[in-house]
Every structure is written in C-alpha cells, then in structure tokens.
Nanobody, 119 residues
C-alpha cells in the first residue's frame, strides 16, 4: 500500500505563487508516475501535470508556462510550483501516484489540499 500526504495549499491573490508538495510512504517501490490533479467546485477532477520516473513531464494546456512539476526520487516526493496563479486555478489539488499493485496498474491518491486564488 502507498500513502500520499500533500502540503502547501493555501490562499493567494491572483498573480501570486504557491508550491505544493506530496510525500509518498509505504510500498514506494511500486510507484512509477507521480502527478497532480485538481477538482474545482461543481467540476470533474482534471489532470494538471504528471512526471515519469525518468523525469518526463506533461502538463494541461491551461497551466503550461505557469506550473512546473518536479520530483525527488530519493525521497519519493513530487512538487508543483505554481506561478502567475489565476482565480480559475482555485480547486482542491490531489497528488496521485501510479504504479503496480498485485501485478496490475493501480493509482493511489492523497487526501487533497485546497488552493484558493482571489482576484
């Protein structure tokens, strides 16, 4: 089993920055990809950014050029640096780790951290 704990959420004015962190524990050898998703009130959860174990990254179009995902493989942590924040970035941000469980692909989720951007 894998446990994910996020930190770093909060409230900021438009144009500001926040840095989210997520630390994995447990069966961390099972993890391949790590990433961030978000869910705004009344909307479906959406992918924000993902990073592979080799460092390859992918971003949602809405955050390209503003957000940067990184990971520390030694500590099994993933980070999301969010710059030039907009009110539409307001959401609960969830850390996700993808890997193998019992030989099958499996996703683990954190509990989420609130990000609120005011105009």
């Amino acid at each position: 089993q894998v446990q994910l704990v996020e930190s770093g959420g909060g409230s900021v004015q438009a144009g500001g920055s926040l840095r989210l962190s997520c630390e994995a524990s447990g069966s961390i050898f099972s993890i391949n990809t790590m990433g961030w998703h978000r869910q705004a009130a009344g909307k479906q959860r959406e992918l924000v950014a993902v990073i592979g174990i080799n460092g390859s990254t992918s971003y949602a179009d809405s955050v390209k050029g503003r957000f940067t995902i990184s990971r520390d493989n030694a500590k099994i942590m993933v980070f999301l640096q969010m710059n030039s924040l907009k009110p539409e970035d307001t959401a609960v941000y969830y850390c996700k780790a993808g890997g193998l469980r019992g030989g099958y692909d499996y996703d683990w989720w954190g509990q989420g951290t609130q990000v609120t951007v005011s105009s």
